[in-house]
């Protein structure tokens, strides 16, 4: 079992930023992908970006390229998602998610483990 603890949300302007941090306890293994989702209000859930703890591999939505960044803090084993330059359309619950594979996907079903999300808004 993984458990999965995200923080870092909250209200911001456009145009500003924020750091979302997944804190990840349990069993976990090097070779694990961790990614972020976001969920907006009557919307579907869908792909942010995904990296491996060993900090390659990563993948981002077009939607965010350019303006969100994550990394991965091996000793604390955290991800983080930097997110500068955020818009309106940003708003949403993120969410942290790992999966048992090295494989790169952006479906929600291959993903095993899950956060209970932390809420973004982004106000214009």
């Known amino acids: 079992q993984v458990q999965l603890v995200e923080s870092g949300g909250g209200l911001v302007q456009a145009g500003d930023s924020l750091r979302l941090s997944c804190a990840a306890s349990g069993r976990t293994f090097s070779s694990d992908t961790m990614a972020w989702f976001r969920q907006a209000p009557g919307k579907e859930r869908e792909f942010v970006v995904s990296?491996?703890?060993?900090?390659?591999?990563?993948y981002y939505a077009d939607s965010v390229k350019g303006r969100f960044t994550i990394s991965t803090d091996n000793a604390k084993r955290t991800v983080y998602l930097q997110m500068n330059s955020l818009k309106p359309e940003d708003t949403a619950v993120y969410y942290c998610?790992?999966?048992?594979?090295?494989?790169?996907?952006?479906?929600?079903?291959?993903?095993?483990?899950w956060g209970q999300g932390t809420q973004v808004t982004v106000s214009s």
């Open positions: 990296i491996r703890w060993s900090g390659d591999s990563t």
């Open positions: 998610a790992s999966k048992r594979s090295v494989i790169i996907t952006t479906s929600t079903g291959e993903y095993d483990y």
